[in-house]
């Protein structure tokens, strides 16, 4: 046989148990979702808190330290809660008039050119969607009164994932020095070089991209209240979180502030909206990216694509988000490993 044949047949059976053992810790990961999401999003609080705690641990205890912080982000959480509650009660009355009006301009504009829609057709439109939603009532009742499963399991993984994060917060360290301890002497250094690496590197891209999000909201928070298109603030909410799911979080927030837009204030001011996905998406990409990320990431565009969409193929919404920070981490550990002079 050939040497070559042989080193390519070598590497192909490895690949293969390497690809078996993978797909292994995934479909026992799978199994375990609720908890893995909690551990990842008690890392991503952790990553915000610890700042927070060290700071104030100058002055105080570091159990009252953590505890000042928890508290606070709380609070600011209920409050941001609050005010989203406040906005929409306000705007409630007015905005049902808006949207009733709205619907109307729609079929004006959409009776004339270029589209030339029957009146008939949007009336018929109007109609078949009562009907639906007569008829098929009691299943969409069902369907979500069988999600409210749901909601409580969300509820059980954020309490799991504040409960960790506390501990992460107040004595991370000191869990990191024992799971050390558990391992084999002579491999301990490279093991605590490559986790403080890690570490280092997805607490950086967290706090990166919040501030991306947080830029971004602003943004289309002025843009928004400058063009008068109602419910502002539930839509600067959901921009933030969008924007945490790189590339196409985004836009699909603007499109969302964009039908808002058109049922409220006309296609101009939709058309206006959809410019600006355009606009914010240029300063996210030339000017927040490169500024804000570049000294916690450092990973060509077209891997970034490729990682959020194929960790949307295998796991959805919560792929899309995990996908990039898994992957920055794992680059971030190859290069230091491999800079140290150790094989990873």
């Not at 700071?55 to 409050?79: D, E, N, T």
């Not at 729609?106 to 829609?117: N, Q």
């Not at 799911?245 to 204030?265: F, K, N, W, Y």
């Not at 949307?312 to 919560?318: M, N, P, R, S, T």
Request: glycine content about 10%.
């Amino acid at each position: 046989m050939a040497p070559g044949l042989q080193r390519a047949a070598g590497y192909t059976w490895r690949l293969l148990v390497l690809a078996a053992a993978l797909y292994l810790v995934l479909l026992v990961l799978g199994r375990l979702v609720l908890p893995v999401v909690a551990v990842f999003v008690a890392l991503v609080f952790t990553s915000v808190l610890r700042p927070v705690a060290d700071l104030a641990a100058r002055r105080l205890p570091r159990s009252l330290a953590v505890a000042v912080a928890v508290l606070g982000s709380l609070l600011l959480l209920a409050g941001l809660l609050a005010g989203i509650g406040a906005s929409v009660a306000d705007q409630w009355n007015s905005l049902v008039n808006e949207f009733r009006g709205g619907v109307g301009r729609i079929e004006h504009w959409l009776e004339g050119a270029p589209f030339h829609v029957r009146p008939q057709t949007a009336t018929q439109l109007q109609n078949k969607l009562g009907s639906y939603l007569s008829a098929h009532k009691a299943t969409l009742i069902n369907t979500a009164v069988s999600q409210a499963g749901k909601v409580v399991e969300a509820a059980t993984g954020a309490a799991l994932a504040l409960f960790c994060s506390i501990f992460f917060t107040h004595s991370g360290d000191r869990m990191w020095a024992w799971l050390l301890g558990q391992l084999p002497s002579g491999v301990r250094g490279t093991w605590d070089r490559g986790g403080r690496t890690a570490w280092r590197t997805f607490a950086g891209y967290t706090r990166g991209i919040v501030i991306v999000a947080a830029s971004n909201a602003v943004l289309v928070g002025i843009a928004l209240a400058l063009l008068r298109v109602p419910l502002v603030v539930p839509l600067v909410v959901l921009e933030f979180f969008a924007t945490l799911v790189p590339l196409i979080g985004s836009p699909i927030a603007m499109v969302i502030a964009a039908v808002v837009a058109l049922a409220s204030r006309g296609p101009v001011t939709a058309a206006v909206v959809l410019v600006l996905i355009v606009v914010i998406g240029q300063i996210e990409g030339h000017v927040l990216h490169p500024v804000v990320m570049s000294w916690a990431i450092r990973i060509h565009p077209v891997a970034v694509a490729l990682s959020v969409i194929a960790g949307g193929i295998l796991a959805g919404v919560i792929g899309a988000v995990v996908a990039l920070p898994l992957v920055s981490v794992l680059w971030a550990v190859i290069s230091e490993l491999r800079a140290g002079g150790d094989d990873p």
